[in-house]
DNA sequence: CTCCAAACGGACGATCGCGTCCACTTGAGA
DNA sequence: TCTCAAGTGGACGCGATCGTCCGTTTGGAG
């Protein structure tokens, strides 16, 4: 009985398969990071040093691998938005969130990918989640916008278009934060209420749920000219 | 020789030849906007209406047939640089520059991912072509600085992190010509002299030429959660 | 220590895209 | 019309990835 609760309390795995259910998360992380999230499963269950079959049996889809590898970066970012709320300067806040989000699609490689497409599945807990995390924007969105700092025509959905385009940035140029960090800058300012000096064209309907699974980062290689 | 001349001037290429060649051209358009250009060669054949052996030796590569496929695209952007340029306000050229090209790339689907993987490859020619693009656009720069309008941070490496972004972007969201909008409306306007109120990070080494295979959009399908 | 269900690993059949090869067709010069 | 090189099409062999199946190993309860 009390051997029995204590591998319930530990998620019901043997002690063995946690092992493994751990070193494949490693593994996937690295992996993914080094090929992007296409990277063959039977390479990250090699670097693993597990079966196919062990890599299946705990993440029987591609997409159940890639949620479970970034799933703490996604928390990071859950709790960056809940910060940003709590800031006493909603613009900081803004500014804050959007940078800790962009720097980490910088510096885990990999995980924009996931993050872009992570959003369109909805197991119900995930899509609750991300309900809270677009209505907690927009709050923050209004307050910073009530400050005065942030451009009255800002929209949410320019959050998703900002993180896409970033995410390719990123994605394409492994290594190159210059890029990325070029780019956050100069949108940034262009969404401060100063630089508002001429109208926008209208925001796209575009949400953070419902949306695109985005540039994959498959390295695609050049062929040699013969 | 009459006869004879008159093939060499279309080509060289015989009628049935030529005839084939345009419909595989015309084929891989719209498949490569349709399923990204990383397609199966074989559904541009068959779409054709021709063997696969055909299109293999009209174009022997993926990359001449996107190259191929995608020429004229590349002739509208050399020809909006030299419009650029030409252009009495040099800020306008800019201005109209970016636009022109950001929206080449929303409309020809498929087209984005070809042209910025089109850069790294060289022919002597397009080596060429290239340089000389870099060398204008940067010389556009300069006036367009000199006239106090464009930000005087502004570095010519910042056109290949726009292009590579906004290419993310029309790619991950087919139709949506409003996200892709936006962000040119967003960028420009910060690249704007008088927007320039904060400094930026360092420019990044990132070069037209010499650069990165980006986003392709292959549509990654959702695996149904069973 | 014994036992068995849980966990494991890797072989395997299936699918897919690539690029070549070769036997057949056809355009066009004579 | 005749002829043949140019052009064509599709079958084929190769290699990669997928996801499953099944015989073997092992953790841990009794």
């Known amino acids: 009985m009390v051997e029995s609760s ?53 993440f029987p889809t591609r997409d159940a691998l890639v949620q479970g590898a970034f799933a703490q970066q996604m928390e990071t970012c859950v709790r960056a938005l809940a910060e940003a709320l709590a800031a006493p300067d909603p613009w900081q806040g803004f500014q804050r969130l959007v940078e800790t989000v962009c720097a980490l699609q910088r510096e885990e490689r990999g995980f924009p ?56 940035l990123v994605t394409a140029l492994p290594g190159d934060g210059a890029a990325s960090r070029r780019l956050v ?18 925001p796209s309907a575009l949400t953070l749920r419902s949306l695109p699974i985005a540039a994959d980062d498959s390295r695609r290689q050049r062929v040699p000219r013969a």
């Open 6 to 58: 204590r591998i319930a309390a530990r998620g019901g795995l043997r002690a063995d398969a946690r092992r493994n259910r751990e070193r494949v998360l490693v593994a996937a992380r690295a992996v993914f990071a080094e090929h992007g999230i296409d990277a063959p499963m039977a390479t990250v269950a090699r670097r693993a040093g597990v079966g196919v079959a062990t890599l299946y049996r705990h």
């Open 113 to 168: 990918a996931a993050f872009v497409a992570a959003f369109p599945e909805s197991t119900s807990e995930h899509a609750r989640s991300r309900q809270r995390a677009e209505r907690d924007f927009t709050t923050l969105v209004r307050r910073a916008q009530a400050s005065g700092a942030l451009r009255a025509d800002f929209h949410p959905s320019d959050l998703a278009m900002v993180l896409l385009a970033h995410c390719a």
């Open 185 to 202: 800058a100069y949108l940034l300012q262009s969404f401060r209420a100063d630089a508002a000096n001429e109208p926008l064209p209208p």
